[in-house]
């Protein structure tokens, strides 16, 4: 009971940060044919995280995935937070298309 509460709180959360243009976490076991607009869908099984797939936040419809495998290079570690956001560091660069480079921190991006 307790959990399903803390799990409604967290999607209720979600939703409002979401709406304030900050990108929250989604934990999925497969990463979705379409994925939804200011979410960072982590993808792993079992405790363990093998990527991130979110919509380029500069709007250009490319997707961007992202390492999660500890020791991987290039790799990236991702927090979540209390209110559903989610954090990425080091920053995301890329090097191909659109050449967007962003920090996300708290769900926010964060533009260099
Ligand atoms: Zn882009």
Not at 39 to 64: N, S
Not at 86 to 107: D, E, M, Q, T
Request: proline share 5%; aromatic share 10%; charged share 25%.
């Amino acid at each position: 009971m307790g959990g399903l509460m803390l799990s409604k709180l967290r999607a209720a959360l979600g939703w409002v940060s979401r709406r304030r243009g900050r990108h929250t976490a989604a934990f999925v076991d497969e990463e979705p044919d379409t994925l939804a607009p200011c979410t960072v869908y982590v993808v792993g099984e079992d405790g363990h995280r093998w990527f991130a797939a979110f919509d380029c936040p500069c709007g250009c419809g490319e997707t961007i995935k992202l390492s999660l495998i500890p020791g991987d290079r290039p790799g990236w570690r991702l927090r979540d937070h209390w209110d559903g956001t989610a954090s990425l560091a080091p920053s995301v660069w890329r090097k191909v298309g659109c050449k967007s480079h962003f920090w996300l921190r708290k769900g926010k991006v964060e533009w260099c």
